[in-house]
């Protein structure tokens, strides 16, 4: 009997240390992972031929955001997702940044890492860049990162890591901010085993923000056999190289949750996948029944695919409706870490945890600025007495409501080659001059029936709205390409050169 209540005892001691260990850090892990080009029709929840086992699950435990919003290309939603602010208040508001072009998110705001330093957080970021890298300044480990692995600029060969770009071509893989040699380590692979080794290695007692910027499924399409073993019934062969990619993928993001188990840190972990705009169609993405696709300012390009999971979430298995964007992860994950907002530049993102953890009605956020690019050709004619000019290639969300101005990109319906009995939906015929369109995108998600002509109410203001967004504008900054930027003169390699 005594002995029975002193094993007793020494369990409950056992436990009660257990507990104290453990509650040295009651702030959560967070891993935010980011796919590149990754289609709304190609996740398999979405009833994609693509099997995304692993995404699946984890979306199923958590909160599906499904009228969330990111941007049509890469470095806008990077460069948002980082600082919480609108392309228009950062300069960047047309195209992405070239591998030789000397522009960066600007340095006078503090970016996410940084906020989350400030916090007590161990910051590391494993995958792409592409937010600016011409000068050291702007390289990752030098805005909060602990450490960087990774690429900067916007795509390259998943085996060698070469990239090519007009006649400049070199190396793009760096350790920190030293260059690296991976050659022939499949980039998936390559990302997911040091993001494993930053787990691994983590004190568990100090909160780890990892920040997870696959290069899949971006174009060139290359996988390892083994992947395309289950697709060989697709004959399109893109789509069925580009379904192999993300089975890649998916694999690596199970493997990669199993190390945060096996760590201890799985149940005080918050996991946020995005994908950082709509599939590239010309590669074997997919966004179908959305209209238009990467790049274009219809839903195709930018409602984006995107979920949360983790123990302490307190609704699960739940579809969030919520208008959220990407802007919000900022303020979001600063809120949550326990940091405020000291020190940063006025912030497009708003604080959606309570209606992401508690599905509260009051959401936030009631509106979405998707951009206006003063750079891109006017379209049309101007409306007389609008507020703004419509000639512009803008959109913008409010409430229900959508409106895009000037050209939008190609605004065709497309399924996926497997679906033979509805060939390519081209847009309707339109005047090539037609520059307006409204859309009630809550009754009307995929964009058939543009009712500019009937609320003409609603379009006015909603271009005043845009008017006022664009006196908050700062000048757009595309500087031309510098020669300087050649890895031919740095060592190889792509990188600072200013």
Same mark, same amino acid.
């Given at each position: 009997m005594?002995?029975?209540k002193?094993?007793l005892?020494v369990l409950?001691?056992i436990?009660?240390?257990?507990?104290?260990v453990?509650s040295?850090?009651?702030?959560p892990?967070?891993?935010?992972?980011?796919?590149?080009?990754f289609?709304y029709?190609d996740i /398999?929840y979405h009833g994609?031929e693509?099997?995304?086992?692993?995404l699946?699950k984890?979306?199923?435990?958590g909160i599906?955001?499904e009228n969330?919003?990111?941007?049509?290309?890469c470095?806008?939603?990077?460069s948002q997702l980082?600082s919480?602010r609108y392309q228009?208040?950062t300069g960047?508001q047309?195209?992405i940044i070239?591998?030789?072009q000397p522009?960066?998110?600007?340095?006078?705001?503090?970016i996410?890492?940084q906020?989350?330093k400030?916090s007590g957080?161990?910051?590391?970021?494993?995958?792409?860049?592409h937010v600016?890298?011409?000068?050291k300044?702007?390289?990752?480990?030098?805005?909060?990162f602990d450490?960087?692995?990774?690429?900067?600029?916007g795509?390259?060969?998943?085996?060698?890591?070469?990239?090519?770009y007009d006649?400049?071509?070199?190396?793009?893989?760096r350790e920190?901010?030293?260059?690296?040699?991976?050659?022939?380590v499949y980039?998936?692979y390559?990302f997911a085993?040091?993001?494993a080794?930053? =787990?691994k290695?983590h004190n568990?007692?100090q909160?780890?923000?990892?920040y997870l910027?696959?290069?899949?499924?971006?174009?060139p399409?290359?996988v390892p056999e083994k992947?395309?073993?289950?697709?060989m019934?697709i004959?399109?062969?893109?789509?069925?190289?580009y379904?192999?990619?993300?089975?890649a993928? #998916?694999?690596?993001?199970g493997?990669?949750?199993e190390v945060f188990?096996q760590?201890g840190? $799985?149940n005080?972990t918050?996991?946020?996948?995005?994908?950082?705009?709509?599939?590239?169609i010309?590669e /074997?993405?997919?966004?179908?029944?959305?209209?238009?696709?990467?790049?274009?300012?219809w839903?195709g390009?930018?409602?984006?695919v995107?979920?949360v999971?983790?123990?302490?979430l307190?609704r699960?298995?739940?579809?969030?409706?919520?208008l959220m964007h990407?802007t919000?992860w900022?303020?979001?994950l600063?809120?949550?870490?326990g940091g405020?907002?000291?020190?940063?530049?006025?912030? #497009?993102? =708003? #604080?959606q945890?309570?209606?992401?953890n508690?599905?509260t009605?009051?959401?936030p956020?009631?509106?979405?600025?998707?951009n206006?690019?003063p750079?891109f050709?006017?379209?049309g004619?101007k409306l007389p007495k609008?507020?703004?000019?419509n000639r512009v290639?803008a959109?913008?969300r409010m409430?229900d409501w959508?409106?895009i101005?000037?050209?939008p990109?190609?605004?065709? $319906?497309?399924?996926?080659?497997?679906v033979?009995?509805?060939p390519d939906?081209?847009?309707?015929f339109?005047?090539?001059?037609?520059?307006i $369109?409204l859309?009630?995108?809550t009754a009307?998600?995929?964009?058939?029936?543009? =009712?500019?002509h009937?609320?003409?109410?609603?379009?006015m203001?909603?271009? #005043?709205?845009?008017a006022?967004?664009?006196k908050t504008a =700062?000048p757009?900054?595309y500087?031309k390409?510098?020669?300087?930027a050649n890895p031919?003169?740095?060592?190889g390699? $792509? /990188?600072?050169w200013?």
């Amino acid at each position: 009997m005594q002995r029975t209540k002193l094993m007793l005892c020494v369990l409950l001691v056992i436990f009660i240390i257990t507990n104290l260990v453990q509650s040295k850090n009651t702030k959560p892990h967070i891993l935010f992972i980011l796919a590149d080009d990754f289609g709304y029709n190609d996740i /398999g929840y979405h009833g994609s031929e693509i099997k995304t086992p692993n995404l699946d699950k984890l979306a199923g435990e958590g909160i599906k955001l499904e009228n969330y919003y990111v941007q049509p290309i890469c470095t806008p939603t990077r460069s948002q997702l980082l600082s919480g602010r609108y392309q228009i208040h950062t300069g960047l508001q047309h195209g992405i940044i070239w591998p030789s072009q000397p522009n960066g998110l600007p340095l006078d705001s503090p970016i996410l890492p940084q906020k989350l330093k400030e916090s007590g957080y161990s910051t590391h970021a494993v995958g792409k860049w592409h937010v600016g890298f011409y000068k050291k300044e702007y390289l990752p480990t030098s805005r909060g990162f602990d450490s960087y692995f990774g690429y900067l600029t916007g795509s390259e060969d998943y085996y060698t890591h070469h990239r090519c770009y007009d006649s400049m071509c070199g190396t793009d893989l760096r350790e920190n901010a030293i260059p690296a040699n991976y050659s022939g380590v499949y980039s998936t692979y390559l990302f997911a085993e040091k993001s494993a080794d930053i =787990v691994k290695n983590h004190n568990a007692d100090q909160p780890l923000f990892l920040y997870l910027p696959f290069q899949s499924v971006h174009a060139p399409l290359q996988v390892p056999e083994k992947y395309l073993q289950p697709y060989m019934h697709i004959k399109d062969q893109k789509r069925r190289m580009y379904a192999g990619m993300v089975s890649a993928m #998916d694999e690596a993001i199970g493997n990669l949750t199993e190390v945060f188990k096996q760590k201890g840190i $799985w149940n005080n972990t918050l996991l946020v996948f995005s994908t950082d705009n709509g599939g590239q169609i010309h590669e /074997g993405g997919n966004n179908y029944p959305l209209r238009g696709w990467k790049a274009s300012l219809w839903e195709g390009g930018m409602h984006g695919v995107g979920f949360v999971h983790g123990q302490m979430l307190k609704r699960k298995g739940v579809v969030s409706k919520a208008l959220m964007h990407v802007t919000d992860w900022y303020p979001t994950l600063v809120s949550l870490a326990g940091g405020d907002l000291n020190g940063t530049k006025p912030l #497009d993102g =708003v #604080d959606q945890w309570k209606t992401i953890n508690e599905g509260t009605l009051s959401n936030p956020r009631k509106a979405i600025l998707h951009n206006i690019d003063p750079l891109f050709k006017p379209l049309g004619h101007k409306l007389p007495k609008s507020p703004f000019d419509n000639r512009v290639r803008a959109a913008i969300r409010m409430g229900d409501w959508k409106l895009i101005t000037g050209s939008p990109g190609n605004g065709s $319906w497309v399924p996926p080659p497997s679906v033979k009995s509805q060939p390519d939906i081209e847009a309707q015929f339109e005047p090539p001059e037609k520059n307006i $369109w409204l859309f009630n995108i809550t009754a009307d998600p995929y964009e058939h029936k543009d =009712v500019s002509h009937i609320r003409t109410d609603v379009v006015m203001q909603m271009l #005043d709205l845009l008017a006022q967004y664009n006196k908050t504008a =700062v000048p757009c900054r595309y500087p031309k390409m510098d020669d300087k930027a050649n890895p031919k003169y740095l060592g190889g390699y $792509w /990188g600072p050169w200013l």
